[in-house]
Protein backbone atom coordinates (compact mmCIF):
# COMPACT_ATOMS: atom_id res chain seq x y z
CA UNK A 1 0.00 0.00 0.00
CA UNK A 2 1.49 3.29 -0.97
CA UNK A 3 -0.11 6.67 0.89
CA UNK A 4 -1.64 8.56 -1.37
CA UNK A 5 -2.95 12.28 -1.38
CA UNK A 6 -6.67 10.38 -1.36
CA UNK A 7 -5.39 8.62 1.92
CA UNK A 8 -4.09 11.61 3.57
CA UNK A 9 -6.90 14.00 2.88
CA UNK A 10 -9.10 11.12 4.10
CA UNK A 11 -7.34 10.88 7.39
CA UNK A 12 -7.24 14.78 7.44
CA UNK A 13 -11.04 14.42 7.39
CA UNK A 14 -11.73 11.46 9.99
CA UNK A 15 -12.13 8.83 7.97
CA UNK A 16 -12.32 5.99 10.88
CA UNK A 17 -11.31 3.41 7.85
CA UNK A 18 -8.48 4.75 6.27
CA UNK A 19 -7.28 5.60 9.86
CA UNK A 20 -7.44 2.26 10.45
CA UNK A 21 -5.42 1.37 7.59
CA UNK A 22 -2.72 4.33 8.04
CA UNK A 23 -2.46 2.73 11.86
CA UNK A 24 -2.04 -0.79 10.27
CA UNK A 25 0.40 0.38 7.77
CA UNK A 26 2.49 2.87 9.67
CA UNK A 27 2.57 -0.10 12.52
CA UNK A 28 4.45 -2.64 10.26
CA UNK A 29 6.81 0.01 9.42
CA UNK A 30 7.59 2.19 12.29
CA UNK A 31 7.12 -0.33 15.50
CA UNK A 32 10.79 -1.97 15.21
CA UNK A 33 11.67 1.63 15.35
CA UNK A 34 9.60 1.52 18.39
CA UNK A 35 11.34 -1.34 19.58
CA UNK A 36 15.16 0.23 19.48
CA UNK A 37 14.66 2.80 21.86
CA UNK A 38 12.36 0.87 24.11
CA UNK A 39 12.84 -2.50 26.60
CA UNK A 40 9.81 -4.27 26.66
CA UNK A 41 6.48 -4.31 23.76
CA UNK A 42 4.65 -2.54 26.11
CA UNK A 43 6.37 0.38 26.16
CA UNK A 44 6.98 0.36 22.51
CA UNK A 45 3.60 -0.06 21.56
CA UNK A 46 2.21 3.19 24.21
CA UNK A 47 5.66 4.72 22.15
CA UNK A 48 4.35 3.94 19.35
CA UNK A 49 0.76 5.22 19.47
CA UNK A 50 1.88 8.28 21.14
CA UNK A 51 3.95 8.82 17.59
CA UNK A 52 1.48 7.72 15.52
CA UNK A 53 -1.19 10.50 16.82
CA UNK A 54 1.44 13.27 16.41
CA UNK A 55 1.72 11.52 12.48
CA UNK A 56 -2.01 11.97 12.53
CA UNK A 57 -1.76 15.43 13.58
CA UNK A 58 1.01 16.06 11.09
CA UNK A 59 -0.69 15.14 8.43
CA UNK A 60 -2.33 18.63 7.61
CA UNK A 61 1.03 20.22 7.23
CA UNK A 62 2.45 17.12 4.55
CA UNK A 63 2.86 18.29 1.05
CA UNK A 64 1.81 16.08 -1.90
CA UNK A 65 5.10 15.20 -2.83
CA UNK A 66 6.65 14.30 0.27
CA UNK A 67 8.48 10.81 0.69
CA UNK A 68 5.69 10.21 3.41
CA UNK A 69 7.90 6.90 4.99
CA UNK A 70 10.80 8.68 5.20
CA UNK A 71 8.77 11.54 7.00
CA UNK A 72 7.15 9.09 9.30
CA UNK A 73 10.09 7.36 10.54
CA UNK A 74 11.53 10.82 11.11
CA UNK A 75 8.96 11.97 13.00
CA UNK A 76 8.52 8.76 15.24
CA UNK A 77 12.08 9.15 16.08
CA UNK A 78 11.71 12.87 16.90
CA UNK A 79 8.65 11.58 19.25
CA UNK A 80 10.83 9.06 20.91
CA UNK A 81 13.60 11.42 21.49
CA UNK A 82 10.67 13.99 23.35
CA UNK A 83 9.50 11.19 25.69
CA UNK A 84 12.84 10.32 26.55
CA UNK A 85 13.54 13.86 27.52
CA UNK A 86 10.05 13.78 29.02
CA UNK A 87 10.87 11.26 31.38
CA UNK A 88 14.66 11.61 31.69
CA UNK A 89 14.66 11.87 35.23
CA UNK A 90 12.60 9.09 36.19
CA UNK A 91 14.60 6.74 33.43
CA UNK A 92 16.80 4.22 35.55
CA UNK A 93 19.93 2.24 34.70
CA UNK A 94 20.12 -1.46 34.58
CA UNK A 95 22.59 -2.60 37.57
CA UNK A 96 25.13 -4.80 35.69
CA UNK A 97 24.40 -7.68 37.90
CA UNK A 98 20.93 -7.60 36.49
CA UNK A 99 22.74 -7.20 32.67
CA UNK A 100 24.38 -10.44 33.15
CA UNK A 101 21.58 -12.50 35.15
CA UNK A 102 19.48 -11.34 32.36
CA UNK A 103 22.07 -12.25 29.66
CA UNK A 104 22.31 -16.08 31.68
CA UNK A 105 18.39 -16.49 31.34
CA UNK A 106 18.41 -15.73 27.76
CA UNK A 107 21.35 -17.37 26.40
CA UNK A 108 20.59 -20.75 28.48
CA UNK A 109 19.43 -23.26 26.17
CA UNK A 110 21.03 -22.92 23.20
CA UNK A 111 21.83 -26.50 21.45
CA UNK A 112 21.81 -25.52 17.88
CA UNK A 113 24.95 -24.76 15.54
CA UNK A 114 22.88 -22.43 13.43
CA UNK A 115 22.07 -20.30 16.45
CA UNK A 116 25.48 -19.42 17.73
CA UNK A 117 25.40 -17.37 14.89
CA UNK A 118 24.11 -14.22 16.54
CA UNK A 119 21.58 -12.32 13.84
CA UNK A 120 19.96 -8.78 14.08
CA UNK A 121 17.44 -9.74 16.64
CA UNK A 122 19.75 -10.79 19.12
CA UNK A 123 21.99 -8.01 18.60
CA UNK A 124 18.86 -5.80 19.34
CA UNK A 125 18.27 -8.12 22.36
CA UNK A 126 21.83 -7.36 23.67
CA UNK A 127 21.34 -3.47 22.93
CA UNK A 128 18.05 -3.84 25.01
CA UNK A 129 19.71 -4.65 28.24
CA UNK A 130 22.22 -1.39 27.70
CA UNK A 131 21.65 1.46 30.44
CA UNK A 132 18.75 3.42 28.40
CA UNK A 133 20.76 6.75 27.38
CA UNK A 134 23.81 4.43 26.10
CA UNK A 135 21.17 2.40 24.37
CA UNK A 136 19.85 5.58 22.73
CA UNK A 137 23.07 6.81 21.48
CA UNK A 138 23.77 3.49 20.36
CA UNK A 139 20.60 3.91 18.20
CA UNK A 140 20.72 7.37 16.83
CA UNK A 141 23.96 7.23 15.88
CA UNK A 142 24.71 3.55 14.49
CA UNK A 143 20.97 3.02 13.29
CA UNK A 144 19.32 6.55 13.02
CA UNK A 145 22.85 8.36 11.27
CA UNK A 146 23.16 11.24 13.36
CA UNK A 147 26.16 12.56 14.66
CA UNK A 148 27.22 13.02 17.53
CA UNK A 149 27.01 16.81 17.35
CA UNK A 150 23.17 16.25 16.34
CA UNK A 151 23.08 13.36 19.31
CA UNK A 152 24.39 16.08 21.96
CA UNK A 153 21.71 18.61 20.74
CA UNK A 154 19.02 15.73 21.05
CA UNK A 155 19.34 14.34 24.60
CA UNK A 156 21.17 17.76 26.13
CA UNK A 157 24.46 16.15 26.96
CA UNK A 158 28.21 17.34 25.60
CA UNK A 159 29.32 16.02 22.24
CA UNK A 160 31.83 13.96 24.23
CA UNK A 161 29.36 12.38 26.57
CA UNK A 162 27.75 11.15 23.20
CA UNK A 163 30.91 9.66 22.11
CA UNK A 164 31.38 8.58 25.58
CA UNK A 165 28.25 6.55 25.60
CA UNK A 166 28.59 5.06 22.47
CA UNK A 167 32.13 3.69 23.36
CA UNK A 168 30.59 2.08 26.35
CA UNK A 169 27.90 0.73 24.27
CA UNK A 170 30.34 -0.82 21.85
CA UNK A 171 32.55 -2.33 24.59
CA UNK A 172 29.56 -4.20 26.86
CA UNK A 173 28.12 -5.21 23.57
CA UNK A 174 31.47 -6.82 22.52
CA UNK A 175 31.54 -8.44 25.93
CA UNK A 176 28.30 -10.02 25.63
CA UNK A 177 28.80 -11.09 22.04
CA UNK A 178 32.11 -12.75 23.40
CA UNK A 179 30.76 -14.19 26.44
CA UNK A 180 27.57 -15.76 24.41
CA UNK A 181 30.25 -17.35 21.69
CA UNK A 182 32.22 -18.48 24.63
CA UNK A 183 28.44 -20.45 25.84
CA UNK A 184 27.82 -21.54 22.53
CA UNK A 185 31.37 -23.36 21.65
CA UNK A 186 30.66 -24.76 25.45
CA UNK A 187 27.47 -26.01 24.25
CA UNK A 188 28.26 -27.67 20.85
CA UNK A 189 31.49 -29.46 22.86
Request: proline share 2%; net charge neutral; with cysteine.
Amino acid sequence: MDITPEIIKSCNSDDRKTINLMYEYCFTMLMPVCFRYNKNEEDARAAYNNGFLKILNGLKKVDEGINFNAWAKRLMVNSLIDEYRKNKKYNTQITKSDNERELDFHSKGHDNDAESNLGYENIMMLVKELPGTTAKVFNLYLIEGYSHREIGELLEMSEGTSKWHLSTARKSLREKLERLENQNQRMVI
